[in-house]
């Protein structure tokens, strides 16, 4: 033990020196071991892209089995992992808007932004550690008779977006993903608790469908209008920034007056505001404009 | 809406096929998007190579403050950061060990691993978001009487290490710094909390001296021997597997016996085991030749 | 030697199967060694963006000084890097333009160019050497009674720009610095070789001062007016590509006619053309609109 | 065009502050360009780790036939490129060996150099811009009676070796390639040129042999024992580093005596030496020790 009969010894004033040498030995040593911050690899964003932080929950399928999600859609997972996005926005910097859907959330920093000199190892640890720890804070407060049984993991990837076109293609992407997803499962898991199949019939039963199809199947044998499903289901989750006024009653005391006098007092702040809209196609963007401007 | 009305009109037959179509272009769109997946980047780390992640608190300083933590060390933060960093060894792959100080935390992935392909994101993202849920899930057990205020995050990095030298001198630098840390920590809060001073008179006092004039005002003027603090405040903690055997007594019926026997089974596991011992100089390398074997 | 007795042994068949293995040995010996190609690192160029990899001459102050070069512009060296530019556009692929001053050179490939999947390696190694043998090649064109003494080298970088203006200001940054390198040394020769200055005297007289000395300094003392100064030295060199048609005359034989008839053939093919003109601004980019079309 | 009446009017000293204006404009105008150095990526070589520079002849097989290279093994082409690796090792920084076979050959540079801070772009291009310019500058010493076509390209990439067996491992690799290739070519060549067969019934006869068989062809058929083939073409060039001492007479003058006297003054240097050795398997680095010295 390099330490451990040092400060007994140096109660004796004749040994002083060598053990001031040894402390400067120590310090000299973590001098010496500095070289090892050299091997850091700089992997900074390449400038003016979109930077897009993609996180999926780690062994979801089991996880969801074991606190005993509904299928095909839990609206509570939903709304815990909306929660943690708008977390990961409040808490980390130059967010411009989020999208969500099944387990997996997507970040988009702004191309312009320079949080942490744009390096994608602090982006993709911060909102998956911020992600991940925001998961089982809110849990409770979204699963109250539910007991959270160990915590989860998400991985997480940073993609750069050169064009406008290229982000909006992306979250297009990850929407019909969401679209193909959720008619599925919702059809899939009639069959299942509704019709009685078994999964495997049930797949085999979808096997080579179209949308039409599967629509035809929900409405003619279960009543459903796949169409008056929930929003929140069909479209995933966005999550823009919004500023809104806040209105508060404030008591001051003017100069010239004896008595304090309450005043109403506005003040403007930002918050994210979750939506449910399409985003393929030109329109959101067109309704949107502040989005994608001062970007060149 | 893209699609807001699309199920209403496609129960009348004369438009299935345009919904039909809409349905496949959905399908194609997806395709048609999916070209956004060509721009993420291969960030495989190279092979033969020891990796290494390290944590370290969010604004940790701010987060100690209000979660009341002592000073210079909280023994409770350090060992849910223990018991966290042993959640992120049994829930993933091929990590070697270990080592925390403060609040920072090291996992080092063994060279010949090839969890995710060697992926630098999966590594650090998955490390970053265990450890932070696991941070929230495993607080009670150590504030029991304190509650936590809110999520907090992680920052990491992943840095690679071609030679098992390299590994060991930046174990040694990590060390080093809890070292010098702890040091400067121990006598300054002693100087602030039993000595009186302020914090800037007590920084002043400690401006210019070596490891031991510290030792010697702790000494002298608190009656501490610096050498008998814990030592999981002056080395940091690592954490290495341990095989252990678990002896249990299981009830097994003998095919020619009448009657259940209880027998004793023994069945071997691997844990992780916390030290707080030295690692810098060869010694402890020695010790454990198995850590550094079958690497060429 | 591994195999130096070898074949020697292979006349007795009794030898042949040892023989035989030792032959497979060599080639699993080969397999046996394949796994180093997994170090090699993906270099890809994200996808949708300008690659721009600019070449400079190693020490071709040196170079210069050997070759007896003219102060402060070589015309015959500025022609053979003009020269070496168009070889590299001509055996390349994807090369939008080219722009060149004094001893670098840059080479715009197109934001959809896939060439070599974008690997970044093979867009500065081809370049580099490929420029680099023509230079060598084409000397005697252009330095017809000064030989080569030594094979030259050139250092490259790739960059890349995400939008199209990044790229103009990636353009317009290398033609400013040629204004300012070329008017600064345009005057410092004069004050050298006309108005007999040492070259430290001629920087002396030059420090602080701004175009409009430097101008006055020039029309004044040697008559010189900068702006009648050649363009290429002014302006750099930009390299296009353009479509020419060639007109040749052919023999045909008509099938209802006995002798063969000499017709005229126009065929179109593309040239790179140098160009000596103001890339700063937006006049050249509205005037060629072409360049950066289809690219969203 | 920005600049092209400027001078003229700067004659007039009413106008002397707009130009004085534009002029510094010029200056800023750069100083605004500027931001696009920022775009370039950091691609530092992972230090401690060997680095492999490899280049390989493009579109070498058009080329060789064009130039008319003897089949299967031309000993000029192979000198000249042995040479162009000389110049290389010789007139860049820090490269341990060489080794080339066919059209390729592969540079290796210390795993603690430091030359241009590791930065793969400054390795890979000085590389293939050197034996580039080196080829065609040297054409004339190896093909004097065949004059050079056109400039040749060369392709390149950089890989890093953490351990000195993954050193060995790779030039393992390219030797064991070369073996495996030439004796291919050998076999195939002597059917074609000396057997009279079409290659496409050479390649057919060759279909399913192994090293046995194809030595038995040779011998049998041809009265080549392939193990008599010069070791350049079976074993390829590995370059390294020797030190010679040069021995020159010089006149000197000696303080005590009248006339100047000749002596004899020894000078060491380091030159590169071609070798044609077996480097796969231990025997070679046994011999050669000081290679992977000071490494860990």
Same mark, same amino acid.
């Given at each position: 033990?390099?330490?451990?009969?040092r400060?007994?010894?140096?109660?004796?004033?004749?040994?002083?020196?060598i053990?001031h040498?040894?402390?400067?030995?120590?310090?000299?040593a973590?001098?010496?071991?500095e070289y090892?911050?050299?091997?850091?690899?700089?992997?900074?964003?390449l400038?003016?892209?979109?930077?897009?932080?993609?996180?999926?929950?780690?062994?979801f399928?089991?996880?969801?089995?074991?606190?005993n999600?509904?299928k095909?859609?839990d609206?509570r997972?939903?709304h815990?992992?909306?929660?943690?996005?708008?977390?990961?926005?409040?808490?980390l910097e130059?967010?411009?808007?989020?999208?969500?859907?099944?387990d997996?959330?997507?970040?988009?920093?702004h191309k312009?932004?320079?949080?942490?000199?744009r390096?994608?190892?602090?982006?993709?640890?911060?909102?998956?550690?911020?992600?991940?720890?925001?998961?089982?804070?809110?849990?409770?407060?979204?699963?109250a008779e539910q007991?959270l049984l160990?915590?989860?993991?998400?991985?997480?990837?940073?993609?750069?977006?050169p064009?406008?076109?290229n982000?909006?293609?992306y979250?297009s992407?990850?929407q019909?993903?969401?679209?193909?997803?959720?008619?599925y499962?919702?059809?899939?898991?009639?069959?299942?608790?509704?019709?009685?199949?078994?999964?495997?019939?049930?797949?085999?039963?979808?096997?080579g469908t179209?949308?039409?199809? !599967?629509?035809?199947?929900?409405?003619?044998e279960?009543n459903?209008?796949?169409?008056?499903?929930?929003?929140?289901?069909?479209?995933?989750?966005?999550?823009l920034?919004q500023k809104v006024?806040?209105v508060?009653?404030?008591?001051?005391?003017?100069?010239?007056?004896a008595?304090? !006098?309450e005043?109403?007092v506005?003040?403007?702040?930002?918050?994210?505001?979750?939506?449910?809209?399409?985003?393929?196609?030109?329109?959101?963007w067109e309704?949107?404009?502040?989005?994608l401007?001062?970007?060149?």
């Open positions: 033990m390099l330490c451990s009969t400060f007994t010894l140096s109660r004796f004033p004749v040994l002083y020196r053990f040498t040894g402390s400067d030995g120590r310090i000299m973590k001098s010496k071991f090892v911050r050299e091997f850091e690899a700089d992997d900074t964003c400038r003016n892209c979109w930077v897009v932080i993609r996180l999926d929950g780690r062994n399928h089991r996880f969801s089995e074991q606190h999600f509904s095909p859609n609206a997972a939903l815990l992992m909306n929660r943690c996005a708008q977390n990961v926005m409040q808490e130059d967010i411009l808007l989020a999208y969500g859907q099944s997996e959330y997507s970040f988009v920093f312009k932004s320079n949080w942490f000199k390096r994608a190892s602090k982006f993709i640890t911060h909102v998956a550690s911020q992600f991940a720890s925001s998961f089982v804070f809110y849990w409770k407060d979204y699963f007991p160990y915590p989860p993991g998400f991985d997480g990837r940073a993609v750069l977006y064009s406008d076109q982000l909006k293609d979250l992407w990850r019909a993903d969401c679209h193909i997803n959720n008619l499962n919702t059809v899939f898991w009639s069959l299942v608790q509704e019709g009685g199949l078994t999964p495997s019939q049930a797949q085999e039963r979808l096997r179209v949308a039409a199809d !599967k629509n035809e199947i929900m409405f003619s279960f459903i209008n796949y169409n008056n499903e929930p929003l929140m289901y069909r479209k995933g989750t966005l999550l920034w006024n806040e508060t009653m404030k008591k001051i005391k003017m100069p010239q007056e008595e304090e !006098k005043v109403q506005t003040r403007s702040r930002s918050q994210t505001v979750p939506l449910h809209c399409d985003i393929i196609g030109e329109l959101f309704e949107h404009p502040e989005l401007s001062d970007t060149s």
